[in-house]
């Protein structure tokens, strides 16, 4: 079992930018596939990013193809969603999430965090 611990969130103006960051303990976290995922009022939760366990390899979302970049440090454990140019419609609660994996056309992961809150506001 992996632990997971996400900070970052907050209050932000459309058009700006937040960084998330996740961290990481329990397990070999180097080994692991990383992803964030969201979940906004209403909605089910969607996948946002992912990354290999390498950092060789990342996924997007097409709704945040070019805004978003999701980055790693497995020296420190870590875990990075930087988002920029942001949008009222990102409002939702951030989840770091391990052991991501896609099976067809969805996405899903073994183990999550509590959550951040991100408001962007327009």
């Not at 990481?24 to 596939?33: M, P």
């Not at 969805?106 to 327009?122: E, P, R």
Request: include cysteine; hydrophobic fraction near 35%; glycine fraction near 10%.
């Amino acid at each position: 079992q992996v632990q997971l611990v996400e900070s970052g969130g907050g209050l932000v103006q459309a058009g700006g930018s937040l960084r998330l960051s996740c961290a990481a303990s329990g397990r070999t976290f180097s080994r692991l596939a990383m992803g964030w995922f969201r979940q906004a009022p209403g909605k089910e939760r969607e996948f946002v990013a992912a990354i290999s366990w390498s950092g060789s390899s990342t996924y997007y979302a097409d709704f945040v193809k070019g805004r978003f970049t999701i980055s790693r440090d497995n020296a420190k454990n870590m875990v990075y969603l930087q988002m920029n140019s942001l949008k009222p419609e990102d409002t939702a609660v951030y989840y770091c999430a391990a052991e991501t994996r896609k099976y067809g056309d969805n996405w899903s992961a073994d183990s999550w965090g509590q959550g951040t809150q991100v408001t962007v506001s327009s």
